[in-house]
Structures are given as C-alpha cells and as structure tokens.
C-alpha cells in the first residue's frame, strides 16, 4: 500500500524535536506503517497529486478541504478540541464538519467527539504510545511525586488554565509532595497569570524538554497528573506515555473510555487525594496494570488497525 500523511504545515520538524503532538503521531504512523511493509511518505498537501497514493491521510480540516477540492480522497484524523469549545455555531465546527463530509472516513480520538459531530463517516480510534521508547527504568528511582506535562491555555487564552496546573499544585501543597511542571515556553503564560503558583517551594517547572528527558520525568516520578477540562484525546498521549513507563494516573478523561492503571478524578483536590493514597497503597498493581494498557495501545497495534480501516476503501 502506498500511503502519504499530509503535513500540518505548522512549521515544526517531523518527528518533533520537543513539542507537537500531530508531528509525532504523524511520525509514529509512518515508522510502524513502514514496518508493516508499507511504503509511506510525509507530504505538504500541495505537493500531493490526484491518483498518486492508494491511501492519503490528513491531520488539518483546511486542508483536508483543500484535497477534496482537488479531487483527492483522503481520511481524515480530527485533533482539534476548540471545535467542541466554541460549539455548533462556530467556525471551527463548521470547517471540521466539512472536513468529515468531504472524506472517506474521519478518526476522531474521543467518543464524545462521535456523538458530539453524529455523522455517519465519524469513527472512534484511540491515540497510541511507542513502547520501544517509552518504558520504566528500574536503574532510575521514582524519587519524585507529581509530574504533569502540557501546553496550558485555551482558544488564544494562554493564560488560562485548561490543564489543571493549578490543581496539580494544590495537591502538592496540600500533602507537602515535589511536583515538576514541564512543556513548551507558552506556560510562561500561565506562570506570569497565577503568581501564587510561584510560591511553593517543591515546584520545578521545565520547558521545552527533549523526548529524552520527558521520558526520564516519567521514569522519576511516583504520579502523573492530568486533571483536565478539555481535550481531543482520550486518552490524550501524555497518558499513554506515563503509562508506558509503568507510572499510575490521576487523571479527568471521559466515561465513555477504559483506562486501566488510572485513577479517575475530576477537577477536586479531595478526590485527587483519594486517587493519590488509593494508588500508593496499590501501587505495583496499578503500575502493572498500567503497562499492560500501554502495550495494549502500542503504535505498532494502532498502526495494524488503521491499515485495517483504509483497506476498507482500496
């Protein structure tokens, strides 16, 4: 099968040097679909002629539409979380409805989003994780508590606190515990807009690491926290990841979606607490359970799965 994934054209390298959540799924596509025996390409869209590709697969709705105007047919994969924020009525919404209407089929990484956009093209298919270089190391000792990694903000609000931080902290502070905040430098945003944050002193805040030193953060740290109000994916790839490293949740994602080796917890600092003594005092069983989700959600096993799904339109 040939097979060509439509760069984004955010300007970020695929694979990403730091952040950017769609260059890396873009890129854990073409690394297992390759090894799948496939041949795979990475393509600006412009640069994709019609009848030149047995499958194309987009990431964007303005340019999926664009393909479809040039009579290329494609699948569409929707990351997009500000189509649900700003509703129905919004431009956002619309252009992702058009983006489903015009493909051969939409994967949307949240069920919410299924019910959510009810057309009939729409598919669940959850995000996966690389196991090969996400795992634990028993060498390094989880001698840190609370770890979370994001890009804070919401719709062009950067300061606004979309992924919880605040509650992270609360929690820390609460049971006296170390958290490290990490993600790109936009948190600054967030940071500079809830000084208080600022003030306790078992915070460490990093930004931009690399691939390499976000694993070991996950390899370090006893909890990965994830108390967030929206996202696209659930679970989203930081979970997975923790996962992968044999590292227990306490996370919000949806009902509708098993997460084993997680502690469901909505945005409540006393039901965080609960999840944090609950999985300490559990805390080989949830970590194996955990690792056994991750290897479940492998990219290699997403990859076998998607092939699946485009061959349903050769």
Not at 208 to 213: I, R, S, V
Request: aromatic residues 12%; proline residues 5%.
């Amino acid at each position: 099968m040939k097979i060509c994934h439509v760069d984004p054209g955010c300007g970020l390298s695929i694979p990403p040097k730091s952040w950017g959540a769609i260059e890396k799924l873009i890129w854990e596509f073409h690394q297992n679909q390759t090894k799948l025996g496939h041949e795979v390409h990475i393509r600006m869209a412009g640069q994709i002629t019609p009848n030149e590709f047995d499958v194309v697969h987009c990431h964007v709705a303005n340019l999926a539409i664009e393909l479809g105007k040039r009579n290329i047919p494609y699948v569409y994969q929707l990351h997009d979380h500000h189509a649900y924020h700003f509703g129905k009525d919004s431009f956002v919404f619309k252009e992702n409805l058009e983006a489903i209407k015009g493909s051969l089929i939409t994967l949307l990484p949240a069920k919410f989003l299924v019910n959510y956009f009810d057309h009939p093209k729409c598919v669940y298919f959850s995000h996966g994780v690389n196991t090969e270089f996400f795992h634990p190391d028993l060498t390094k000792k989880k001698d840190k508590t609370f770890f979370m990694l994001a890009n804070n903000g919401l719709a062009g609000n950067a300061g606004f606190d979309r992924k919880g931080f605040e509650y992270g902290i609360a929690l820390a502070s609460k049971l006296n515990k170390s958290i490290t905040i990490a993600g790109p430098e936009n948190n600054k945003h967030f940071f500079n807009s809830h000084l208080w944050t600022l003030g306790y002193p078992k915070l460490e805040i990093l930004y931009d690491p690399t691939q390499e030193k976000v694993r070991e953060l996950f390899q370090t740290h006893k909890i990965f926290l994830h108390p967030t109000m929206l996202e696209a994916g659930h679970p989203n790839l930081t979970m997975v990841e923790a996962a992968a490293c044999g590292t227990p949740i306490i996370a919000d994602w949806e009902m509708e979606t098993d997460f084993h080796g997680a502690w469901r917890s909505p945005r409540d600092v006393f039901m965080m607490e609960l999840g944090y003594n609950d999985i300490i005092s559990r805390y080989d069983d949830y970590s194996s359970q955990a690792l056994t989700t991750a290897r479940n959600l492998d990219w290699y096993n997403r990859s076998i799965e998607l092939i699946k799904i485009y061959s349903q339109f050769l």
